[in-house]
Each structure stands twice: as structure tokens, then as C-alpha cells.
């Protein structure tokens, strides 16, 4: 068995080099496979990688030594995102292999969807892996719906260009993009087909189990503007799982911490999806994407507050962390060490942390403004010492969003989720926000400047790649550009 699944997954990696429409593949010869299970072990595939480097730099969640920037303002795509440039043309600019991963990741998923249920062996092996498939081909075209198309607003939705849907493993599909709203009733219904299935507990390690499946539900329903249907998601989701680690009482992050990469009962509890992972925040590329800017700094309270405290610093850029930041700009640094083998900082899979803030907003948009708070304070009791449940009020909605908006902030640092949260909010102007980043003077012959990102910038759409744009004419930027 195991060397049939090897076999199968030389033949689906070694075909994802070249491809005649969005995605780099070429069919090298068919693999006949007749087990259940050995498509139901394709679904798993740990460390799926999302690439941060086309969007990570357009929020103002994080800050770039300005020796890094200066002089790159037109031709890479941190000096565009960083300097919010909307005079560079990102269309011919080589970009990461977020999209590429993605519907790489996609057709992986379809293979087993096209094929598991005609195949040899268990019949709820069938339905787990068609399940499993479905769950995770959804979440695939919500990260590139909400990476490479407008955020879904109810009111154009159904006119705005969206992204192609893939639902079948055909190689010679040069698929039309579909709109915003149809990506959206494709995710949800795959979710909603997966559901019935899943495993509250999976058998093996690292399948998705049915928590997950209502966290992403709730996700997705939260985007989708449904805040009925996305809390009783969320509520089902922390019926199954609702734990929280108490940073509290975690002294220091060591070599001992019991929340090293999740495996097992030594794994992070929080981690609802434990395959997933944003790279990028190690060696040469923590200049980028392992600082929180000076804004995101100040929000914490340094000292109490262990979401800090476990894993930043902020030395003015002393020391060793003078090649990260520049001195005298209040920014932060992730302490690699303290995390890296250590403990499961999840920065793109669902944690029980997201599902409860994802509760608590929808709670507050429907005018539980109590509720929200009592929510929100689950979590912050668990991450500041001397936490206070009488610090956490609000008098109205719009109070209750603020403070809501800042815990998310706090909590869900990198990954997508402020990039996303900017685009997403931006739609709605009582919560929509003008990003700023300042550079002081601080290199000898250069100006101070401040650059500003608008809250309807065609910079918070990135273009698809040129190379998929070349193999699929009908995928059309969704951008002016």
C-alpha cells in the first residue's frame, strides 16, 4: 500500500511543472488506483505552504527597515505593497507560489473527488475522503477568492469578477473566472456536503476533523456577511473544541513547552487545522514578515499581556536585531527562537482563538453587545496576567466592532487574517480604515516620508500571476491594471 501512495504522489508532484491554463501541470501517464484508502491518504498533505510575499506588506500590521525599501518603490513587490504604490505595474512583476500552491493543492483534492467513491473498500473510507476533499478544496478557493478578487460585499457580489472555480480534475480546462458570489455558494456548499461526515476525532493525525469543519463554516459565513449562521457555526465548532492554552502561566517559551507542533496530546490544542503554514518569518526573510509595526506594538500591554511578552521584543534595534529594524521606530520582533520547535504558532489555520473572535463579532452585528464581550473575554483571560473581565465594555455595536477588530489584531498576527480583515471591513465605511506607513529620517540624504493606502486601493486585489494570465486567457485581472 504505501508504496502505491508513493508511486501516486510522485506522479501528482511530478505533474505540477507545466500546465496549458492556471496551473503548472503535465499529465505524466495514468496511475491506476482501485483503494479506498489510498486516495483517502491523498487528502492529507502536511506543510501546505502559503507564501505571504504578494500581500503581507499592504496592512498596518507590520514594518520594513526602510534600507530595504528605499529604491525598490517600483520593482519588487514588498517596495509596491510597503511604499503603496499604485503607480507600479504589478502585472509583469514575478510574483510567489501562492496561487500556483493553491490550485495545486486543489487538483489533489478533485483527484480524490473524481475518483474515491468508484474505487475498492470501505464505504465511509469513501465518504470520509470525498468529505475531507471537499472541506479542503473549499478553503483552497477562499484563500485565493479573498487574495485575488474584491472582498465579497453583498451589494455587487454577483457582478464582481471572482476567481475560476475548479470542481473536476481536468487538465485541458481553460475555465472562465466565475463572480464573488458563485465562489462563495461553491465554498459553501462544498463545506456544507463535507460536514456529515467528518470525524470529531480523526483516526489519523492531521485529517480535518469536524470542528474544523464548523470553524471554516463559520469563517466563511463571517465573510459572506451571514452573522445568524456563522455564530452557530462558531458555537458548534467550540462545542467540539473549545480549548484555549492559558498563556497566563507560561513563565517563558523553552525547550519544555508543551505546545510544540501539534501531534498528539503534546501538540497545540488551539490548532484546528495543524497542516497549514505561512512561511516566511525565518532567516533573511524576518526583516519583512517577522516585525509588528509600531501601531500593532502599542496596542499591547507590553508587560501583562503574554501574547507580547511570550514572543516579541522591542529593543529600538539594538543589538542583534539591528539588521531587522531600523533604531527608534517602536516596531517589534518575533522571537524565532521562543516559537520555532518549540511552540505551534499558528499564523494560517484555524485555531479555537479565531473561531471564538469569529463568535463574538457575529454576536456584536447582531446587537448581543453583552454576549460579544463575555466572548471576547474568554480569550483575554487566558493571554494577560491580572486580566480584569470590567476592562472589556462596549455601549453599542460599533464599540463592541472596535474592540472586537483590535483583539483580532492582537490575536491573529501574519498570516492572511489583516490583509484580509482590512479588505473585508473596508467595504463598510463605518469600519473602513486609511493606512498609513511613516519612515522618519534616518538614513543620511533621504526625506521622511509617509506613504498612505486607501481604503478602495486596487492594491488590496493582487493581480494573478502573469504566468497563469498566459496559459488561461480568460483569466482577467479583476484589477484596472
Known sequence: MKKIIYIIMFAVVASFTACDNYIDITPKGAVTVDSAYTYYELVLMPNRTYWPTCYALLTDEQ??????????????????NYTFNENADRTQLAQNNLYENAYKYILRYNIVIDNIMNSVGDERIKQLGMAEARLLRAWEHFVVVNT????????????????????????????SKSS??????????????ALP?????????????????????????LFHHDWKEAEEAA???????????????????????????????????????????????????????????????????????????????NNNGAGAYAYYFDAGVGASCWLSGAT????????????????????????ARQGDINGAMSTVSKIREKRIKGFD?????????????????TERRKELLFGFHRFWDLKRLNTEPEYA???????????????????????????YIIPFPRSARERNPNLTLNTDE
Open 63 to 80: 514594518y520594513c527597515k526602510e534600507s530595504k525599501i528605499m529604491g525598490n518603490e517600483n520593482t519588487t513587490l514588498d517596495g509596491i
Open 389 to 405: 473581565v470590567t476592562t472589556v465594555s462596549a455601549s453599542n455595536t460599533k464599540e463592541a466592532m472596535e474592540q472586537i477588530i
Open 433 to 459: 480604515k486609511t493606512v498609513t506607513h511613516v519612515y522618519p529620517q534616518l538614513t543620511e540624504g533621504m526625506q521622511p516620508q509617509t506613504y498612505t493606502l486607501r481604503p478602495d486601493s486596487r492594491l
Open 197 to 221: 461526515y467528518l470525524q470529531e476525532t480523526p483516526d489519523i493525525a492531521g485529517h480535518p476533523s469536524l470542528a474544523y469543519g464548523y470553524g471554516l463554516k463559520a469563517l466563511v459565513c
Open 148 to 175: 485575488y478578487a474584491k472582498a465579497y460585499n453583498p451589494a455587487t457580489a454577483a457582478n464582481d469578477g471572482g476567481i475560476a472555480i475548479m470542481d473536476k480534475y481536468d487538465l485541458e480546462a481553460t475555465p
Open 235 to 313: 458555537d458548534e465548532s467550540l462545542r467540539l473544541n473549545g480549548e484555549l492554552v492559558d498563556y497566563t502561566t507560561i513563565s517563558k517559551v523553552t525547550s519544555n513547552t508543551n505546545y510544540r507542533y501539534t501531534g498528539g496530546k503534546s501538540g497545540n490544542p488551539e490548532v484546528l487545522d495543524p497542516t497549514t503554514s505561512s512561511v516566511g518569518f525565518t532567516g533573511t526573510l524576518m526583516y519583512n514578515y517577522g516585525q509588528i509595526s509600531k501601531e500593532l506594538t502599542d496596542l499591547f500591554d507590553q508587560k501583562n499581556d503574554q501574547r507580547y511578552a511570550l514572543f516579541f521584543q
Open 180 to 193: 464573488v458570489e458563485e465562489v462563495y455558494t461553491f465554498i459553501k456548499n462544498d463545506i456544507d456536503a
Open 340 to 363: 520555532l520547535n518549540r511552540f505551534y504558532y499558528s499564523t494560517v489555520g484555524l485555531r479555537t482563538a479565531e473561531v471564538y473572535l469569529i463568535k463574538a463579532e457575529c454576536q
